[in-house]
């Protein structure tokens, strides 16, 4: 069917039709806009996600804000501001006038929305971690009007990069390289956030607050996060640390993977986890033959179910990577890799993605509490006040499970960022966020929300070969965590419901 012309909405439209939480897509001039229905305000702003441009006509309409469909980042309809991650740039807005049931769309709104002052003002924000968590917090402090020194300090030799992006379509040579980072330069520079690069933090002085780096220099700070993100597992295997194996965590080592598939013709990737299977989407699309060696009986059945795990075994397969699954790989001697289960399988180079542990080292160094991630309370602060912690690498007392949770999604991070910071600023807000992830394999998205450690019960709603499935995770009959293939507004809702049940 050909596709609806969208009205223009400045010619004027009737909303009689349009109930509350309904969308309508309209175009001004050659902008798509949206409008949106939210109790009887109408509202008018752009249709596309900052994000990846997702459609929001295909999101929900929530409390005055839109939320995207494919990565549930949410605007509000009010101001266009990105209230939630992963989007960090408002959405335009314009003016609508209303007569009756007669609206029409006017010009452009350009005044930002007033900010109130900091309710605290510390002298200075340092952040350890130049990643999700860590830019968004600095981005939050400048748009929450903290006007103080920020520095962010990274370990790593880029400035903070779209790092789910790594294994999917840049690795798979879809996405350029200008993609990656989540800022320009001129962000940082025009925001007065100070970025340093190849700086790793070897130690925090509490009691003088100070960080201390290992080149030997210090920089004082009134607050600090802590945003150090997670490491990839090393396994204590022979040649688990030889030139050609390869680890995915920073854009240099997507980078060095590239570099490896110019010559290469055969990849062992060690490891069923979600980045090794995005590994081995990506290198496939690259036309490299791709072994995929897993301990699992079937791939990513703790997180996703025996029947989604299948799917997707099933999806890699038709897409021609071979499985060697109940096997670990047990040693690696130049081109040659050995499994447990006895076979030798040939590599030009081997990737593994057998998980990660979260980087605790230097808050365990500094005597900060750690249980499998830095304790955090539920404002995201360490044992030491002032000091905050977010990301891969916090543990954090979750409201929907009632247990304290660590876990390792882009948006958590960003958005536990984001709460850090106003928490910096003394909002006292506290962090409940429902967890989201995605995850991408060739044309797949998989959408799943909450957390789910463990269930009892699985219920699949539709059919993952079809593409078009709903998969539900219970225990004792409560709904913990669902995973969606193209059902992106049951998505989005399922998740509006757990945060309101819990
Ligand atoms: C290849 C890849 C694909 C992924 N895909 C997805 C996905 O599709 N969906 C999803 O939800 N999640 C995905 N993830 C997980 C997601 O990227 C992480 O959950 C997220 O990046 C965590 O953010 P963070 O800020 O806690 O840590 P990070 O983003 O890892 O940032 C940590 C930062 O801390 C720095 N650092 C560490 N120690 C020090 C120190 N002592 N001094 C200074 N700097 C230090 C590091 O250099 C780094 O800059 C993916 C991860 C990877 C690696
Ligand atoms: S495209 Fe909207 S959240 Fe990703």
């Known amino acids: 069917m050909a596709d609806q012309p969208k009205p223009d909405l400045q010619q004027g439209i009737s909303v009689a039709g349009l109930r509350d939480g309904e969308m309508l897509l309209g175009h001004v001039g050659d902008e798509d806009v949206l ?8 509202f008018a702003v752009g249709a596309h996600c900052t994000h990846y441009h997702g459609p929001l006509s295909d999101g929900i309409v929530v409390d005055q804000t839109v939320r995207c469909p494919w990565h549930h980042a949410c605007f509000s309809l009010k101001t266009g501001e990105a209230v939630r991650a992963p989007a960090l740039d408002p959405i335009a807005c314009w003016r609508v006038e209303r007569q009756g049931d007669r609206v029409t ?4 709104i350009t005044t930002p929305p007033a900010r109130p002052a900091p309710v605290t003002s510390p002298s200075s924000v340092a952040i350890v971690g ?13 748009r929450q009007a903290y006007d103080g020194p920020i520095t962010i300090i990274s370990a790593d030799d880029s400035p903070p990069p779209d790092r789910p992006n790594l294994s999917k379509d840049y690795l798979a040579g879809t996405a350029q390289e200008d993609w990656i980072p989540l800022r320009p330069p001129e962000f940082y520079t025009d925001n007065r956030i100070e970025l340093l690069l190849n700086s790793r933090v070897s130690s925090i002085d509490v009691a003088r607050r100070e960080v201390l780096l290992e080149n030997g220099s210090r920089r004082s700070f009134g607050a600090l996060l802590i945003a150090t993100g997670a490491e990839p597992i090393h396994l204590p295997i022979p040649g688990a640390d030889a030139p050609h194996v390869h680890y995915l965590r920073s854009f240099a080592d997507s980078k060095a993977i590239i570099q490896k598939t110019q010559q290469a013709k055969k990849v062992v990737v060690a490891g069923g986890s979600f980045i090794g299977l995005e590994v081995a989407a990506s290198l496939r699309t690259r036309g490299i033959a791709v072994d995929v060696v897993a301990p699992e009986r079937v791939p990513l059945e703790r997180v ?5 795990g299948r799917f997707i075994q099933t999806l890699h397969e038709s897409h021609g990577v071979v499985f060697h699954l109940g096997e670990t790989v047990k040693s690696i001697d130049g081109r040659r890799v050995a499994t447990s289960g006895g076979s030798t399988l040939d590599a030009d180079f081997v990737v593994m993605g057998v998980g990660v542990r979260p980087a605790t080292a230097l808050a365990e160094q500094t005597g900060l509490a750690v249980d499998r991630g830095i304790v955090v309370n539920e404002y995201l602060e360490t044992s030491a006040p002032g000091i905050f912690a977010a990301g891969d690498v916090a543990r954090w007392p979750d409201r929907h499970t009632g247990e304290r949770v660590r876990i390792e999604h882009w948006v958590v991070a960003e958005r536990q960022g984001q709460t850090a910071a106003r928490n910096i600023l003394g909002r006292r807000e506290v962090f409940d966020g429902v967890p989201f992830f995605w995850s991408q394999h060739y044309d797949i998205p998989i959408n799943y929300v909450g957390h789910a450690e463990r269930w009892d019960e699985v219920r699949l709603d539709g059919s993952p070969d079809a593409h078009d499935c709903t998969v539900t995770y219970l225990r004792a009959n409560r709904r913990l965590a669902v995973a969606t293939i193209y059902r992106d507004r049951e998505s989005l809702k399922a998740e509006l419901e757990m945060e309101r049940s819990s």
């Open 35 to 42: 409008l949106a229905r939210s109790g009887n305000e109408i």
């Open 105 to 108: 769309v006017r010009e452009k």
């Open 130 to 142: 130049g990643g999700a968590a860590g830019l968004a917090a600095a981005d939050m402090l400048r």
């Open 304 to 308: 996703m179910g025996a029947e989604l």
